[in-house]
């Protein structure tokens, strides 16, 4: 079994894992099972009911307690489900400094479930971490930020919204399922919880919904391990075992995503009908410095709106695509091409998202590890 002492790329394979004590399957088995046998009542080998507990799960949470550098691990049934088990963690009257561009998902549990039980949620510009020292009050218990942000792929940095939660003893929620365990390790920079939704990069095929959380401190694990088995949102074995055959090519996957995610960037930024590129790796990203010091790749999230910018504009070019499929998500193998201002984001009023950049033309690619040429040469085709 791998532990710390090895690389990213032993540990995506090894950690967590060993042959099946009873019949020395290599591959962790799925348990499929609710419940277990016990030879006296109390008397078992740790495992009484499925919901608190699976042998399948329990290795994948090894795994991504490893690969996040992290002590514990929790798994849920989906990305919104673990950021729900966090939510759980307030009270009516705490409050939540959140940064402005964020998960569409995220942005609608917290303002339309749980603002219902009297939690505030701030939502605010995090360019400049130091920005969230003017919205701390005496209310304030959480910080939750998404860095590279979707889909606008701005840079926060996580170990200066560390020292800011830090000096008010509050809780850092970093969700770095853009980034994943490859490029990016939050709780070496101060979070308190990472969250995945282990749908996108980390499952890496767009065949399984999953979601985990990922923390060093015992007593915050202890508290969400409550909440995960009380309230149930977990995932079935089969879906824990997809993760953690996903997770074994994880460097491979990415490093190839980033290459061409790079090669496409660059092209967009070239083409005469494409206003701006976002994409973390250009060394005139606001926040590359940021960037470079605490992610070790740049990914392949990009997104670009056109000179033409309006929604007709993006939707012909969307549905002119061949290999990239319009879909929502990202991180699976295969390209993706979106519009969050009609997919993703349309929870959020247009108002609000026009004044955070994310205007109508916006598309955004979830490049995958397809030929870089083919890809471009769709592109260049759908553009026109
Ligand atoms: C998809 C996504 C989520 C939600 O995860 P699900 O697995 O779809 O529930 C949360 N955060 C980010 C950044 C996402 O892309």
Redesign the pocket.
């Known amino acids: 079994m791998a532990s710390q002492k090895h690389k990213l790329a032993t540990r995506l394979i090894h950690a967590g894992v060993q042959p099946d004590p009873t019949t020395g399957a290599i591959m962790t088995p799925i348990y499929q099972t609710s419940t277990y046998v016990q030879a006296s009542p109390g008397d078992h080998k740790g495992y009484e009911y499925a919901r608190t507990q699976n042998p399948t799960r329990d290795v994948l949470q090894a795994s991504l307690a490893n690969i996040e550098n992290g002590k514990y691990a929790l798994c849920f049934g989906?990305?919104?489900?673990a950021?729900d088990a966090v939510a759980k963690l307030l009270m009516p009257g705490d409050e939540v400094i959140v940064s402005n561009d964020l998960?569409g998902?995220?942005y609608r549990i917290f303002t339309k479930v749980f603002a219902n039980y009297g939690i505030k949620f701030q939502f605010i510009d995090m360019h400049d971490a130091e920005n969230i020292r003017n919205y701390v009050t005496g209310k304030t218990k959480m910080i939750w930020i998404?860095t590279p942000t979707?889909p606008l792929l701005n840079v926060i940095d996580i170990e200066a919204c560390a020292a800011i939660s830090k000096a008010h003893n509050l809780i850092l929620v970093c969700?770095n399922?853009?980034a994943s365990p490859y490029l990016q390790n939050p709780l070496d920079w101060g979070a308190d919880i990472v969250?995945h939704?282990?749908?996108?990069y980390l499952g890496g095929h767009s065949d399984v919904?999953?979601?985990a959380l990922v923390m060093n401190d015992a007593g915050l694990e202890e508290r969400l391990r409550f909440i995960q088995n009380s309230c149930g949102a977990v995932p079935g074995p089969h879906d824990c075992w997809l993760v953690l055959r996903g997770i074994k090519t994880l460097h491979v996957r990415m490093q190839r995503h980033c290459e061409n995610g790079e090669a496409i960037a660059r092209y967009l930024r070239a083409h005469p009908k494409v206003d701006k590129v976002r994409w973390v790796g250009f060394e005139d990203h606001p926040n590359h410095a940021i960037a470079k010091k605490q992610m070790r790749g740049f990914g392949g999230m990009i997104s670009f709106t056109l000179k033409d910018d309006n929604i007709d504009a993006a939707l012909k070019v969307l549905e002119k695509t061949e290999l990239f499929a319009l879909a929502e998500?990202?991180g699976g193998v295969e390209s993706l091409i979106g519009h969050p201002a009609t997919m993703t984001h349309a929870s959020i009023p247009r108002e609000d998202r026009v004044k955070n950049g994310l205007v109508d033309s916006l598309i955004r690619l979830s490049v995958g590890i397809e030929d870089m040429d083919d890809l471009i040469a769709d592109l260049a085709q759908a553009i026109g």
Not at 78 to 81: D, L, R
Not at 197 to 200: P, R
């Open positions: 989906s990305g919104m489900a950021t998960y998902g995220t998404e979707n969700d399922t853009f969250l939704s282990a749908t996108k919904v999953h979601g998500s990202l």
